[in-house]
């Protein structure tokens, strides 16, 4: 459908919603979308699989009550619905003066930006048209990585979403945007020992997707743990991959999220202007990066998007807020609200975070590292202590030796504290990599416990 489609069903659903309750603040959040994917396990072919879905998000609010509903389609008989169950709800809701919906302010978003955030060859071309591209960039990959056997996934997958937020508070916002994604997992064996590796990539553009360099990291990473061993436990320079690196940069980024700051769940409460990393460490969320996966013309609450510097230097400038954070503090939104959909209430979070890449290369960085390991994946990372910070989590990758990848590691630990982890690092190469709304480069922290 063209763009005005959307937010006009959206507008009428407001309408709808605003005569079955009279004097109250409504706010309609529509969404619709679809996606597609080709599996291929072991070389075999699997079904291409296709879905789509639609449906209205409903917030009523009155004196600092909120009521929140949801359902499946786009009609007014819809949006009426869901108002009569939300005024039903109202009464019972908890009174709280920051629950009020967020007045609507005018999309600032640079020229050109909405052109990049759609693929306007997004589910153009038959899917089975791609198997063959998947098994070339397999097969190329395990031509490269000695010890590579067998592919036991790969697969290409493509969606497109359209978003209209509208409310009796002057918001009116709508946006369309596709992404596309290539991933491969695959099995490196030697005598009786295998190791699986994976690498993926998503971009905006499926034109965009480097399905060689994905296929490349799932070889490179199966066939360099063979011959793992057990390293003696000591202080070791750790370096993380960009396959793990966004995994990491999510322990900063739940931290600073406003909700889980006044709900005494964040580690940075009391921190703003503090140093929380090194100076090598600069954190910049930035939903106008063209490309970016996480890039937004607004939030999900409707409002302007902007570039935010969460850590600059090693030194804490903010935190994520939605409306009702922000009116508990006093303070504006900066416009950080996310939803997982139209089910989902709005909450604090980040768009595109990266961690600003530096001017060392990758090789120059390993071979820069005396004793260290280079981390492809961590086991446990759920099990961080949002308040303390602290940290023990199982690890996997290989081992650097004087400035050299010499063998697999198994079996090792990595016990330490999230701030002493960013303030150890010392050193962040060029090689930005994003997955999903997190980018980051390699990067080293030195003199982490590793037993």
């Known amino acids: 459908m063209s763009a005005p489609d959307l937010l006009a069903m959206a507008e009428a659903a407001l309408e709808a919603a ?28 699997e079904q291409a699989l296709e879905s789509g879905e639609e449906g209205l998000g409903l917030r009523l609010a009155d004196g600092g009550r909120m009521a929140f509903v949801c359902g499946g389609g786009l009609t007014p ?30 999309v600032r978003a640079p020229a050109g930006l909405a052109e990049t955030l759609e693929d306007p060859d997004a589910f153009a071309s038959p899917l089975e048209d791609l198997a063959p ?8 990959a395990r031509r490269a990585h000695k010890g590579v056997k067998s592919v036991l996934h790969a697969g290409y997958s493509e969606s497109f979403s359209e978003v209209a937020v509208v409310s009796t508070a002057g918001v009116s916002a709508y946006e369309r945007g596709s992404s596309a994604g290539v991933g491969f997992s695959m099995a490196a064996s030697s005598g009786a020992e295998v190791q699986v590796g994976s690498g993926s990539r998503a971009a905006r553009r499926a034109a965009d997707l480097d399905w060689d360099a994905a296929a490349g990291d799932a070889g ?17 320079d750790v370096l993380f991959d960009p396959w793990v690196a966004g995994d ?24 703003i202007g503090k140093r929380v ?6 954190l910049v969320d930035d939903p106008h990066r063209p490309g970016g996966l996480g890039s937004a013309l607004f939030d999900d609450e409707g409002l302007p998007t902007r570039r935010k510097v969460m850590v600059e230097r090693g030194i804490l400038r903010g935190f994520y807020y939605d409306a009702y954070t922000a009116a508990r503090e006093k303070v504006s939104s900066n416009a950080s609200a996310s939803r997982g959909g139209y089910r989902g209430l709005p909450g604090p979070s980040p768009t595109n975070l990266m961690l600003s890449p530096g001017k060392t290369s990758r090789v120059d960085l390993i071979k820069g590292t005396k004793d260290g390991i280079l981390v492809f994946e961590i086991m446990g990372m759920h099990t961080a202590d949002p308040v303390s910070g602290e940290l023990s989590v199982g690890v996997s990758g290989v081992a650097v030796r004087r400035g050299e990848v010499t063998h697999g590691i198994k079996g090792a630990m990595l016990s330490t504290n999230v701030m002493a982890l960013f303030g150890a690092v010392d050193c962040v190469a060029d090689d930005l990599v994003s997955y999903g709304s997190l980018s980051a480069p390699t990067f080293r922290a030195s003199g982490l416990q590793v037993s």
């Open 77 to 106: 008989e819809t949006a009426r619905d869901l108002a009569r169950r939300a005024k039903a709800q109202l009464p019972l809701m908890p009174s709280d003066p920051a629950r009020v919906l967020p007045a609507g302010a005018a």
């Open 277 to 282: 990393a090194s100076a090598a460490v600069t």
């Open 220 to 236: 490179f990473r199966a066939a360099a743990l063979l011959g793992a061993k057990k390293l003696p436990g000591k202080a070791r």
């Open 248 to 271: 990491v940069l999510d322990l900063l980024a739940g931290p600073m999220s406003a909700e889980a700051v006044q709900r005494g769940r964040s580690l940075f409460k009391g921190r």
């Open 133 to 140: 591209r998947l098994d070339a960039a397999a097969a190329a």
């Open 18 to 45: 605003r005569r079955e309750a009279p004097g109250l603040a409504v706010e309609v959040y529509a969404a619709r979308g679809r996606e597609r994917a080709l599996e291929r396990k072991e070389g075999r072919p």
